[in-house]
């Protein structure tokens, strides 16, 4: 391999521990490996353990895109590793909080994008106040995202309850409205969590 054929060799999860969805339109395939956003803390441990005197000079050395640890030393840590070989017209997809790596395996055209749907709301909310303890910058507004998503949740259950449309657009708003929908979880976390 070159350093071309190289798409993210380093460990990270997405800014935000966003979703992505990952399409290979042609050419040679990618190798992908990825630690399950459930298993983010052991993957950082064992990070830790493994690299202290890089993570000593640098703390918050995850965010910078410049660490990779063999799969076969993570396993031994207790974490679990998973590997995928992306073909031409398939999609990969990472979850929140969910490290990845991989290669290219030679020339190929893909793209990728960074994706917020309404189950990403409490994991967005867990990036918030990770991001505050280690003082990092946000990308996104969480906040904007939640009202967002709020406003068309009434609109939909809106239009559902006084003119009884049943799309499938207002079912899924009113399934993500109920005492332990989505949605309400994600706003009761936020005001807990505001100052006020």
């Known amino acids: 391999n070159t350093f071309d054929t190289i798409f993210c060799l380093e460990q990270h999860v997405e800014d ?7 399409y290979l339109h042609f050419g040679d395939p990618k190798i992908w490996y990825g630690v399950p956003g459930s298993h983010a803390s052991a993957f950082e441990d064992a990070m830790k353990k493994h690299l202290p005197d890089l993570f000593e000079e640098v703390p918050n050395l995850l965010n910078d895109l410049v660490t990779q640890l063999s799969p076969s030393i993570l396993k031994s840590e207790g974490v679990p590793v998973y590997r995928t070989v992306q073909h031409s017209g ?4 990472t979850f929140p909080r969910g490290y990845h790596s991989g290669f ?26 990770l991001y ?10 969480h906040d904007k995202l939640l009202f967002g998503s709020s406003l ?12 009884g ?10 399934s993500v409205c109920g005492k332990d929908g989505v949605l309400t979880k994600a706003f009761k976390v936020m005001i807990h969590h505001s100052p006020l």
């Open 152 to 163: 068309e949740a009434i609109r939909a259950l809106a239009e559902l309850t006084l003119h």
């Open 16 to 22: 935000h521990h966003l979703y992505s969805l990952n």
């Open 165 to 174: 449309k049943e799309t499938p657009k207002n079912l899924k708003w009113k």
């Open 132 to 141: 505050s303890l280690q003082r990092r910058k946000t990308s996104l507004s």
């Open 104 to 129: 290219n395996c030679g020339f190929n055209c893909a793209e990728a994008v960074n994706v917020a749907p309404v189950d990403w709301l409490m994991h967005g909310l867990n990036a918030v106040e």
């Open 90 to 93: 398939e999609f990969v997809i």
